[in-house]
């Protein structure tokens, strides 16, 4: 079959195209363009009318213009600096097209002598005469020129007409697919075919019309192609059979009834949820999304316990030493003593490690607390029966798909991530797992009061956290870093500390992206026993531990953050039952979007209320967690504006999956969208 009847045609690369050298598809794969399907998203930003034609006469100086002429003369002076010319005219004038750096066997070849050119470009005047200067848009074939010619942001050394040339030649050549909708949603978009909706995005005349079938089909393609893969992927999965947990919860609630607070409903909630996927013959593969502070430890630890009581081992990964160190001591408090509690630290001697190894094989340890170190290095478990991965919110798809995998068919996957996201992209990034959400938040927390400052108006700060200090509360103090892409850039948090030493000697730490890790895990532990009251820092502190003592928040350079992320950040204060506070300074004065922004973080403390706001007004890219999620950025589908396109595809997705639908002919669908190395291990 001739490659270019199918859709692999879209997946072979650019030299397959006529006129794309060597040079054209690596600066083309300098921009991440590497196949024709990559090229397809590369959208006109504009487009310049060439198609209506003038007279000599009639010509505008200074607009871009179209006319048709004879050559008649060329002049060649062969001195350097001096142009070639070539003396063209139609029956009403004169124009002199001028050529810098161009060969003569060239212009004799594109404006040849008594022959009808079509040419267009910017006209002058000069000496009593028109001119047009390095005239690109030049034809025999009228109709070549007299058209609209999209304009695209053009990858550096490639010039608009070789791009043109490239996408009219893909469109031209764009091969038939098998349609890979149902036809209720097809209908939904008039029944625009996937060929045809291409060849309309790149119309001159339908840029910017995100309203219209062709696009909104285009955007659902890509939404509905992600899902499905995380449908799949939980299918999957879901499919695999373990042996059940069996426990009896009357354990567990004997450990509930000794905390010193009661559940809330979402952590009881969950904890059914888990529960019940545990006991299941099917392995659980399931995501506990909670904001920060909404106590999704617990409900973790309880799960661990009742897994540890069907003769089960139980692995918990926390993403810093010091948190999961945090999450042990929590652990040794509230398990009753016979349950065997390790912790595999990066800082343990080596013979500690063997020796800890050796327990873990020899079942003679029931839970073990450690960093990701724990999973990676070669640590054997007799008989894993739980992972939970703590703060995951860096993993993507396809690494939790790898976690899952390697963690064994008995063992169930528990992660848990403070990242709320808003509901759209719920299915985009987290679509691969069930969910169990925390929503409410322990109604003993105090609100964190939030305010704003600007910059000059420190000693107002100052003021404010030398009383807190009197209290015996300590201080966070986070200086972004400077420059987003430069990762040590941490000058502002240095000046700061120096700043800030001076004022309050012995009393201040630093932290920031060059300070080694064992060092870090020393001053956090420092900071932890009150050994000193302000921490100075990059945002390099990982939210998920818990400093009862830090009550005061100070957040410099504020609108470098999204709100999402300045919540997780106020997340690290308020923690115990004090009052707490989050002081957000800025450089000036607010404008009124961002002043919009910043009333929504003060009014608010619910982090999904928030990433919905937030999304509202910034776009979704930005949304924390979004970008590490691992999940490329779509190309034309936007949570925002196409939000009843995500809620379509999950219909869809549903619906699919409850009519238990064969998804072979998704596969053209699946591979093109480039999520292959996912649906590699599926199809
Ligand atoms: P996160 O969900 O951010 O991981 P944690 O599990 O660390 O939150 O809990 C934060 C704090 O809230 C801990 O000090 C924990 O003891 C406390 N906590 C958890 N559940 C409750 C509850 N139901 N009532 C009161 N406090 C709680
Ligand atoms: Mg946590």
Request: charge should be positive.
């Amino acid at each position: 079959m001739d490659i270019k009847s199918n859709y692999k045609y879209l997946l072979s690369d650019l030299s397959s195209l006529k006129g794309v050298g060597i040079k054209t598809s690596q600066l083309l794969q300098r921009k991440k363009i590497n196949s024709i399907f990559d090229i397809l998203w590369k959208l006109p930003k504009s487009y310049t009318d060439r198609s209506l034609s003038s007279k000599i006469k009639d010509l505008k100086i200074d607009e871009i213009q179209t006319i048709t002429i004879i050559p008649q003369k060329y002049s060649f002076p062969r001195v350097r600096n001096l142009p070639n010319r070539v003396l063209c005219k139609d029956e009403t004038g004169e124009i002199d097209c001028i050529f810098f750096n161009s060969y003569e066997g060239y212009i004799k070849k594109i404006l040849p002598i008594g022959k009808e050119v079509t040419i267009s470009g910017k006209v002058k005047y000069f000496r009593n005469k028109y001119q047009l200067t390095n005239p690109k848009y030049i034809s025999e074939n009228s109709s070549i020129i007299k058209q609209k010619h999209n304009n695209y942001s053009l990858t550096e050394g490639i010039s608009e007409k070789v791009y043109n040339k490239i996408i009219f030649q893909i469109i031209e050549n764009l091969p038939k697919i098998d349609e890979w909708h149902s036809k209720d949603i097809l209908k939904k978009f008039n029944n625009i075919s996937w060929n045809e909706s291409i060849k309309k995005l790149h119309k001159p005349e339908n840029i910017g019309k995100f309203k219209e079938n062709f696009y909104q089909r285009l955007a659902f393609d890509e939404i509905f192609s992600t899902f499905l893969v995380n449908s799949e992927i939980r299918k999957k999965i879901k499919k695999i059979k373990k042996i059940k947990k069996n426990f009896n919860t009357k354990k567990q609630n004997e450990i509930i009834s000794k905390l010193d607070f009661s559940l809330t409903k979402d952590q009881s909630k969950t904890l059914n949820e888990i529960n019940k996927d545990l006991c299941s013959e099917r392995k659980m593969f399931r995501l506990l999304q909670g904001d920060v502070g909404s106590g999704k430890t617990i409900v973790s630890l309880l799960s661990a316990f009742n897994t540890i009581n069907s003769g089960f081992q139980v692995a918990v990964m926390a993403p810093t030493e010091i948190l999961a160190r945090q999450h042990f001591l929590l652990a040794k408090k509230i398990f009753p003593e016979y349950i065997k509690i390790e912790i595999l630290s990066g800082k343990s001697t080596y013979k500690d490690k063997k020796n800890i190894s050796d327990k873990l094989i020899g079942k003679k340890i029931d839970i073990v607390f450690g960093t990701h170190a724990l999973f990676q290095k070669k640590v054997e478990f007799k008989k894993l029966g739980l992972i939970i991965i703590d703060e995951q919110h860096k993993f993507g798809v396809s690494q939790r798909k790898k976690l899952s995998d390697k963690a064994g068919k008995d063992c169930d996957v528990l992660l848990m991530t403070a990242t709320p996201i808003p509901r759209t992209l719920t299915m985009t990034i987290y679509g691969d797992m069930d969910l169990s959400i925390i929503r409410e938040k322990p109604n003993i927390r105090k609100p964190i009061k939030t305010y704003s400052k600007l910059e000059n108006k420190i000693d107002d700060v100052i003021r404010f956290i030398k009383k807190e200090i009197n209290l015996g509360n300590q201080i966070f103090w986070v200086c972004p870093l400077i420059e987003e892409s430069k990762k040590v850039d941490h000058s502002s948090a240095v000046k700061k500390y120096e700043y800030l030493k001076k004022l309050f000697p012995n009393q201040v730490s630093l932290l920031h992206g060059k300070t080694t890790i064992d060092q870090k895990e020393i001053i956090l532990n420092k900071f932890l026993k009150n050994d000193f009251k302000i921490l100075v820092s990059t945002t390099i502190i990982e939210v998920g531990i818990d400093f009862p003592n830090a009550n005061v928040i100070v957040i410099e350079n504020a609108n470098k953050f999204g709100l999402s992320q300045l919540h997780q950040l106020r997340g690290r204060v308020g923690r115990g039952n004090k009052d707490s506070s989050c002081i957000l300074m800025f450089k000036s004065n607010l404008s009124d979007n961002a002043k919009r922004r910043i009333n929504i973080l003060k009014n608010s403390n619910d982090g999904f209320k928030i990433s919905e706001e937030d999304m509202k007004l910034r776009g979704f890219g930005d949304i924390l967690g979004f970008k590490q999620s691992g999940i490329k950025n779509f190309k034309l589908a936007d949570p925002i504006h196409n939000h009843n396109l995500f809620i379509l595809a999950e219909k869809e997705i549903k619906r699919i999956e409850n009519e238990k639908e064969n998804i072979s002919k998704f596969k053209p669908l699946i591979k093109l969208y480039d999520r292959a190395d996912i649906i590699n291990d599926i199809a």
